[in-house]
């Protein structure tokens, strides 16, 4: 398996992160696309079905099943339900204080859960936990927190894992991350670790949370707990290969999906029918992610392969002029909101505002007391 050649290391196929075959990191093809060429002209792509561990895993007999659910937001996928939820995007800025009363707001909004990332782009930040916890024990709010490969060791993501079953929080989601591209002029100097992929760390958090012990099978205290999601690219070419990586990824033990940003309910759709067909069974949430301007539109459309109606574009366009961005981007999602509230493959949605400024917060607040109501 072509590992080697690939930045991140990986050893389940493509990160989410290249684009049309292109490599993320610099501008060659992505090596494990190519794989995938050839293994289609010999007919022997089922080899990208099965999750690859590397000698430091020890323990390689699990085989993960799926779990009763047990934290408020697995309950509310399983259940009647459709939960909303909001993404708050740690960057370098923002406070503890800050992100907790922006965590406050939403969830007296409507939102039911909220879920935090893992340093976007490579740029440090508070890490989610801190807020996550004071938004669980304080405020009492449902939380899922990402976690990437990006910056921590095999040992280090089992210290997290530990700290965040302590914490009581019972939701991760799991990705390997992006490049720290945020440094782009000085990418070779910042040196990001990738010891696993998504693949192997979705694997690792089971043998965490279902044996309670880590990838050398040495016996951890106490049992600790949280459910583990992965994340999928409904934009990803050729998309057969990100359904593979999600075969692997259920088989490793994830418990639900949460797409990239859609705009689209024949993008979410068409996902989740391809991975049905092979066998993927766990739930989908379809994500939402206003765009700030026509310029952004036209850059995830074009280099990014996101699905984006000319529609939404040229409203986009319009309003930018009007200076109505926020309030046409909240009509637009509030009514993608409705069709994918009647869709049975939606099993949640999650509204992601980048950052926590200026009036994106104002504006996932408008959003959700409509699709609160819509929803449930
Ligand atoms: S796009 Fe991702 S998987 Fe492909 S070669 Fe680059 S870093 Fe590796």
């Known amino acids: ?11 389940n196929g493509p990160c989410g992160g290249g684009s049309r075959g292109v490599c993320e990191v610099d501008e060659r093809r992505c090596v494990w696309v190519e794989a995938y060429v050839k293994a289609l002209e010999k007919q022997r792509t089922h080899i990208f079905e099965y999750p690859l561990l590397d000698a430091g895993f020890q323990m390689v007999e699990h085989e993960p099943r799926p779990r009763e659910p047990r934290s408020t937001l697995m309950k509310m996928i399983f259940g009647d339900m459709k939960p909303l939820i909001y993404e708050v995007e740690l960057g370098p800025e923002g406070s503890l204080d800050e992100v907790a ?6 969830n007296e909004a409507g939102f039911d859960a909220v879920t935090m990332t893992d340093n976007p782009l490579g740029a440090a930040g508070i890490d989610p936990l801190a807020p996550a916890a004071v938004a669980r024990f304080l405020l009492g709010v449902e939380m899922a927190v990402h976690v990437t490969c990006r910056d921590r060791s095999r040992a280090a993501l089992v210290s997290w894992l530990l700290a965040v079953a302590g914490l009581g929080i019972g939701n991760v989601i799991v990705s390997t991350g992006d490049w720290p591209l945020l440094y782009r002029d000085n990418r070779w100097s910042i040196h990001p670790v990738f010891d696993l992929d998504s693949v192997r760390l979705t694997y690792l958090a089971r043998l965490v949370t279902d044996l309670h012990v880590d990838h050398t099978g040495r016996r ?11 994340v999928a690219n409904p934009y990803f070419d050729p998309l057969d290969i990100e359904i593979l990586k999600l075969v692997k990824k259920q088989r490793a033990g994830a418990e ?11 993008a979410f759709l068409k996902l989740v029918k391809a991975a049905r067909e092979r066998g993927v069974e766990i739930p989908f949430i379809a994500s939402l ?4 301007s026509y310029r952004h539109a036209v850059y995830l459309a074009e280099r990014m392969g996101v699905e984006i109606p000319e529609d939404y574009r040229e ?10 961005i926020w309030s046409y981007n909240v009509e637009y999602m509030k009514k993608l909101t409705e069709e994918l509230a009647s869709l049975e493959e939606v099993s949640g949605i999650l509204f992601i505002t980048h950052g926590i400024h200026g009036g994106v917060v104002d504006l996932a607040i408008d959003y959700a007391r409509e699709a609160s109501r819509i929803l449930k």
């Open 1 to 11: 398996m072509p590992r080697y050649g690939c930045p991140k290391r990986m050893l």
């Open 101 to 106: 009363e922006t965590i406050k707001r939403v």
């Open 220 to 230: 951890l205290l106490g049992e600790p707990f949280f459910h583990v999601g992965v």
């Open 256 to 266: 639900f999906a949460v797409t990239q940003p859609i705009y689209t309910t024949g």
């Open 289 to 292: 992610a206003p765009l700030k």
């Open 315 to 324: 409203g986009l366009k319009r309003n930018e002029v009007d200076g109505n």
